[in-house]
Every structure is written in structure tokens, then in C-alpha cells.
């Protein structure tokens, strides 16, 4: 039995990288000032193994998933949706009543109640609008999960 372990983590850049390989298009160089609330990880038993991770962070005064990935092996192992029900407990802790996110996969964050927000009157604070693909080649979907 595979024994996976969620944790908190300061491994921020770790998890960029992460990101990256997993195919998130995912660019430290941010144009709208992040302020980043809290990083977990999952690793495979005692082993420090990177299995998924989510950065919650905190874009002009909203709640924002930053990225977040599984590793292609662990794909239908449920991590997403642990690590996104962990957000969103803490933004429910932090007082918060939206999370927002850009979804590569929007089919797995409307399976858990996001839905999808029209680019133009969602609030501006994902770098999408300033890369040449975006709309081009590259049509992510901006979401929000209304939390209760």
C-alpha cells in the first residue's frame, strides 16, 4: 500500500520546478505582486519523492490557487483533490470566501464545484493576458470556487 504524506512545505522554488515539468506553463516573473499564504507538498512515504503541489497565495486582496500539479503516475490517486480540499479549508480559516484559479484542466476543478469566469470581467491579477499565447495557442479558463 502506497503511503503518501501531505505536508507543509517552504520549498516554494521546488514546487515551481515541479510545476514546470508537469507541464504547468508556470513563470516566477509574475506581473501582479503575490503574496504566497501557504505551499504544501506530497511526498511517497519517509521518501522526500514530490508527488503534487498546490501554492495558495493572495493577488490583489483575493485568494488564488498559484499552481498546482500531480505527478502523471499518481494522476487518479485523488492527491488533487486532497490538496485542493486543504486550500480550501484554509481559506475558509483565513476568513476568505472565493478562491480563484487559471485551469489547464478545468474538467477536474468543476468535478469539485469551480466554475468558470469570463477572462474579461474577472479581476486582474493573472499573468495569462500578458503572454503572447494566451487565446493564441494556450486557452486556459479562469474559475472561482464560491466557499461557504
Do not use: W
Not at 14 to 39: A, H, P, Q, S, Y
Not at 128 to 137: A, I
Request: with cysteine.
Amino acid at each position: 500500500m502506497m503511503r503518501l504524506i501531505m505536508k507543509e512545505t517552504d520549498e516554494y522554488e521546488r514546487l515551481v520546478k515541479f510545476f514546470v515539468e508537469n507541464e504547468l506553463e508556470f513563470d516566477g516573473d509574475e506581473e501582479v505582486d503575490t503574496d504566497i499564504v501557504k505551499c504544501y507538498k506530497v511526498t511517497h512515504g519517509d521518501e522526500d519523492f514530490l508527488v503534487g503541489g498546490v501554492v495558495l497565495a493572495k493577488r490583489e486582496g483575493r485568494y488564488i490557487i498559484d499552481g498546482i500539479a500531480v505527478d502523471k503516475m499518481y494522476r487518479k490517486s485523488k492527491v488533487g483533490e486532497i490538496m485542493l480540499k486543504k486550500v480550501v479549508e484554509q481559506v475558509k480559516e483565513l476568513g476568505g470566501k472565493e478562491l480563484y484559479l487559471v485551469a489547464r484542466a478545468p474538467g477536474f476543478f468543476k468535478k469539485n464545484g469551480f466554475v468558470a469566469v469570463d477572462p474579461d470581467t474577472a479581476p486582474n491579477f493573472f499573468e495569462c493576458k500578458y503572454c503572447p499565447q494566451y487565446q493564441v495557442s494556450c486557452h486556459p479558463e479562469v474559475m472561482k470556487l464560491e466557499i461557504a
